[in-house]
């Protein structure tokens, strides 16, 4: 979420209040196939968004399991977010 936050920034040349609203995360967890908790693992993103941007960080998401990613990280989170 903090990852997400900042690169938001950078788009906006540093200035947060050019956010309208964050749109979707889509969040890839790293899991076996017994493990179904993807979810709870996602909303500690969702929670960033909201506690920075309030209401309009209020989003739709998306929580899936996959049996690895990239370079062996355990989470990656993916945003769409509209800026002015």
């Given amino acids: 979420g903090l990852?997400?936050?900042?690169?938001?920034?950078?788009?906006?040349d540093g200035d947060l209040n050019k956010v309208?609203?964050?749109?979707?995360?889509?969040?890839?967890?790293?899991?076996g196939h017994e493990f179904t908790d993807q979810p709870?693992?996602?909303n500690g993103a969702s929670d960033v968004m909201v506690e920075i941007f309030g209401e309009i960080g209020r989003?739709?998401?998306?929580?899936v399991g996959?049996?690895?990613?990239?370079?062996?990280v355990t989470t990656e989170v993916e945003a769409i977010v509209e800026i002015e």
């Fill in 66 to 72: 996959v049996n690895t990613l990239p370079l062996g």
């Fill in 40 to 42: 709870k693992i996602i």
């Fill in 59 to 63: 989003h739709a998401r998306s929580a």
């Fill in 3 to 12: 990852n997400i936050a900042a690169q938001v920034k950078a788009a906006c």
């Fill in 20 to 31: 309208k609203r964050v749109v979707k995360l889509v969040g890839f967890v790293n899991s």
